[in-house]
DNA sequence: TCGCAGGTGGTCG
DNA sequence: CGACCACCTGCG
C-alpha cells in the first residue's frame, strides 16, 4: 500500500477489497452520503471528505482516493478509519473455508470493511437506530450534529458538522432535542449522555478492555441499550470483533441460510461466536449486506 | 387508515 | 428469567 498527495487529496495505490458500496452502505455508518459519481462523501472524527474507489487489477486491488485530506491525515487518521492495514482477504479465507454459504455472502460484499469508528458517536447513533429505518435514522443524526456539534468548516459549498460531544448534548433537555425528532429515544440520548459525560467516557474505554461478555453487561448500563445495540457498538466503536448484531435481517438470513429458528438469538449468537471467533463480526458484515440485497 | 421499520424498558407470571 | 406490548415518527 502507498499513499500519496495530489493537490487537497490523497491517492493510495494498491488497497485490496474496497468497494465504497459495500464499506458504506453495510448498515455500520450513517454519516456517508452517496454522490451520483458513486463517491461518497461525509465526516468521521470531525473531518469532512469524499472518498472514491477505482477497482484495479486483481491482483494489486484498486486505487482509493481521499479528497480533502493530506497525507498527515491519512496516516493520522484516514488509514486507520478505513482500516487499511488488515488483510480481508485472509479474513475471508478463513470464515468461508468449508463454508458454501459464507462463501456465497463473502463473494456478494467482498469489498466490505469494518470501519473504525468514534465509540461516542456509535452509542449514540445506534440507540437512535432503535425500531426505525436507515434514512430516518440517517436524518435524525444529521439534524443532532447541525443543531449542537462543532463546525467543521466547510466542504464542496456545505457547512459540515463534527459530532456532539458528550458534554453537548447532556446538557440539553427534551425540548431542546424535539427539532431532532428522536420520539421517545430523546430520553435515552440525554440519560446516556449525561453517563458518559460523567465519567469522561471512562466505562467505555473499559469495556473496551473486557470479554465480550463484561464488555456487553457494562454497555447495557446505558439506557436505552439493549443486546443488539450494545453488540453493534462493541464492534463498530469498540472493534471487539468477536461480537455478532443480531437484528431482524441477521435472523431472517440465519433462518433461510442456516435453519434458525428466526427467534432464536441464543442459539445464533453461540453458533456464530464458536464458529467464527475473533471474526465472527466480519462474518456478520458480510451476511447482514447479503440479506439486505437478497431477501 | 394502519402497519411497520436495523429494539428496548417496564411489567407480569 | 421469558413472554408480552407500548412507544415517537415517517412512509407506503
Known sequence: MRAEQQGNCIIVYD??????????DCGQCFRWNREEDG??????????????FVAGN????????????????FRDFWCGYLDLGRD????KRRITENDSVMRKAAEFGSGIRLLRQDPWETVISFIISQNSNIPRIKKCIEKLCTMFGDPAGEYRGEMRYAFPRPEQLACLTRDDLAPVKLGYRDKYILSTAADVARDGGASLAAAAGMNHDDAQKEIRKLKGVGPKVADCILLFGLHKYDSFPLDVWMKK??????????????????????????????????LYYYARFNL
Request: charged residues 25%; contains cysteine.
Open 15 to 24: 488497497v485490496k477489497d474496497f468497494d465504497a458500496d459495500h464499506v458504506f
Open 39 to 52: 463517491s461518497y462523501t461525509g465526516v468521521a472524527s470531525g473531518r469532512s471528505a469524499n472518498i472514491s
Open 58 to 73: 486483481f491482483q494489486d486491488g484498486g486505487t482509493l482516493r481521499i479528497d480533502n485530506c493530506t497525507l498527515e491525515d
Open 88 to 91: 480481508y482477504g485472509e479474513i
Open 253 to 286: 438470513i440465519m433462518n433461510k441460510l442456516y435453519g434458525f429458528d428466526e427467534d432464536d438469538t441464543r442459539g445464533m449468537d453461540a453458533y456464530a461466536r464458536s464458529r467464527y471467533g475473533e471474526l465472527s463480526g466480519f462474518a456478520q458484515q458480510y
